[in-house]
């Protein structure tokens, strides 16, 4: 067959013309000189070996690849290195960004944390990239229009913004608005002296400490749901029920349908080869090969590069030769190393970048690339600032920019939403002079910022007057109750600290803190339990990766990244070439003193 392809057009070896589109043979070969292209099925001219044509000349920041110039960075054919071509996924086309495959998404959705969203409606992404609507107890956070809105438990009322248990609420006793005086406590929805018989009092509030969600097992505790759940109160004790389709595992509602750490039931992760992702279809695991890859008996091989799938799967090279452009060879072209077999170019390829088995390692949230160097191209969404991969969006100490961090205001904290810093003060204060201050009380802002009293005056309820009110102590001026006051807790000059994303508070006389807006209080901290590695879905879930690959907390939920060369395998990324308990595969352990060489126990 290839003979009489070669009649078609001319001898092996004939330079006379260029033989460019002349169709591969049944075994993806052509002449010397050319290599087959496997998407055209045609051949083109192999890399400097076409004397009819010399080499492109290419900018500073593109590759030869064949006989053309290409940007690796954003070239859907050679995305991230030569002819690593992004396919269809999931139902939708994919590009090339910064050198990694990412959907192109309908004009109705945006790409956010590498998937198509509906920013009008995805709780995640309510309005923009990372902008997430939170829960809190007896209310879920949904996505509505593009702004965030709260949706209230069944046995609850949607009042003034917030979710009210009517039959315990103080302010809302019965009815919205209807408050109950001073003196009074709401038990079962009427205004009272005393609570009602197994009641119990909190803060004006009767309730069952076995089955609120304000007050589970004690006044305060809170049921707080997570995302794809509801908070529920059972015998004094929080627990979740997760939505259809999800189960409660490591702390939080998991997609046993789609999650490849828990892929149809808790605990069950999924296994992929070197050169793919680990995925879970309809509560199946599987895995999806890279650009540039497909999978043959079970693995995710380069068939331009690979001397056993050469070509295609299994069409093996003969000892002594090479693979190269999908040909075997005698040696690699000249700009190639020979790397066990395998051409590979050290300008581009990161497995084997500047040299044979030299590897580039990527941090959480980005992929490896080789450009003449190991680089690493952060996932789409986000930046690289000091070595790591961060969303400007969301990130205090990177608030737009690299190193652009937010200052919090004395007595307050910050946050930083769509890339611009937040300043957040305790309830009940405001900001004056850059300072979170009460005008209730505060000599140099009462009533108002700026509005200072005489040196023989002290604030009351917003005033200036000579005299404190009984119940209140004189603190510089400060008429205040230091049962409450964070800055004179328990007594004058008894400051309360609080730690990032945190406000401060004082309870009896005592100091403590309240985590913002979605953070969550893990020990004496407020973390982020969607992002963080070390509270990963829940307090105390540490999201852990063995050597050869970085660990990253996505969306409330574990995600290990392996480096070029290593699969995935039980959670952990391993070289299938040198591993004695995964040695050519996840799972296959070598015996007694043998040792693997090559995927093979020897």
Do not use: W
């Not at 917030?162 to 019965?174: K, T, V």
């Not at 999924?270 to 199946?284: L, Y």
């Not at 069409?315 to 090479?322: A, H, K, L, S």
């Not at 590979?344 to 690339?369: I, L, R, Y």
Request: proline residues 4%.
């Amino acid at each position: 067959m290839l003979s009489t392809l070669l009649l078609a057009g001319a001898c092996a070896g004939d330079v006379s013309r260029d033989l460019t589109g002349l169709a591969c043979d049944e075994r993806a070969r052509c002449v010397e000189g050319y290599s087959c292209d496997l998407a055209t099925q045609t051949c083109l001219p192999a890399r400097g070996a076409n004397p009819l044509a010399a080499p492109p000349a290419c900018s500073e920041s593109e590759t030869v690849c064949g006989d053309e110039c290409v940007e690796l960075r954003r070239d859907p054919d050679h995305c991230g290195r030569c002819h690593a071509r992004c396919a269809s996924e999931a139902g939708y086309e994919q590009g090339c960004v910064e050198g990694r495959c990412v959907p192109l998404c309908d004009d109705a959705l945006t790409l956010c944390s590498g998937s198509c969203v509906d920013l009008a409606s995805d709780p995640g992404h309510c309005g923009g990239c990372g902008v997430r609507c939170e829960s809190a107890a007896g209310a879920r956070g949904i996505c509505s229009e593009g702004e965030c809105r709260a949706t209230c438990d069944a046995a609850l009322t949607a009042c003034n913004g917030g979710c009210i248990e009517l039959a315990s609420d103080p302010s809302n006793c019965g009815a919205c608005g209807a408050a109950c005086a001073a003196d009074e406590v709401c038990s079962e929805g009427e205004c009272s002296s005393n609570c009602a018989v197994g009641l119990v009092e909190c803060a004006g509030a009767c309730v069952d400490p076995e089955l609120s969600v304000f007050h589970c097992g004690q006044c305060g505790a809170q049921c707080v749901p997570p995302r794809h759940g509801t908070s529920i109160c059972t015998d004094g004790t929080c627990d979740v029920v997760c939505d259809a389709g999800f189960g409660f595992c490591a702390g939080t509602c998991r997609d046993l349908a789609r999650d490849p750490d828990h892929c149809g039931a808790c605990d069950v992760g999924c296994n992929a080869p070197a050169n793919a992702e680990p995925a879970c279809v309809e509560g199946a695991c599987t895995f999806t090969c890279e650009a540039g890859t497909r999978e043959c008996d079970g693995v995710c091989v380069d068939v331009l590069a690979d001397p056993l799938h050469c070509g295609g799967c299994d069409t093996r090279c003969g000892e002594g030769q090479v693979c190269a452009g999908g040909s075997c060879q005698g040696e690699c072209p000249a700009t190639q190393l020979d790397c066990a077999g395998v051409c590979v170019d050290p300008n581009t390829n990161p497995e084997h970048c500047g040299g044979c088995e030299q590897s580039c390692t990527a941090p959480a949230n980005a992929k490896s690339v080789c450009d003449g160097g190991c680089e690493i191209a952060c996932d789409p969404g986000l930046s690289q600032c000091a070595g790591e991969c961060v969303n400007t969006d969301l990130r205090v100490d990177h608030c737009g920019g690299c190193d652009e961090a937010c200052e919090a205001p004395q007595g307050g904290t910050v946050r930083c939403r769509g890339g611009a810093c937040e300043r957040i003060c305790s309830a009940g204060a405001v900001e004056c002079a850059g300072s979170c201050v009460d005008l209730e009380q505060h000599p140099q802002h009462c009533g108002e910022c700026g509005r200072a009293c005489a040196s023989n005056e002290v604030c009351l309820d917003g005033s200036c007057t000579e005299d404190c009110a009984s119940g209140t102590t004189n603190c510089s001026g400060s008429c205040t109750e230091t049962a409450s006051d964070a800055d004179n807790c328990g007594g004058c000059g008894q400051v309360c600290g609080a730690p990032a994303f945190a406000t401060r508070r004082c309870d009896d006389g005592e100091c403590t803190f309240a985590c913002i807006g979605g953070y969550s209080r893990c020990g004496e901290a407020c973390v982020d339990l969607e992002s963080d590695p070390a509270n990963c879905g829940a307090c105390g879930v540490v999201c852990q990766v063995s050597d050869g690959g970085s660990a990253a907390c996505e969306a409330g939920s574990c995600a290990v990244s392996c480096s070029p060369g290593h699969a995935m395998c039980k959670k952990e990324c391993v070289n299938l070439l040198s591993d004695r308990k995964h040695c050519g595969g996840c799972d296959i352990k070598c015996r007694g003193n043998q040792v693997c060489e090559l995927g093979t126990c020897v």
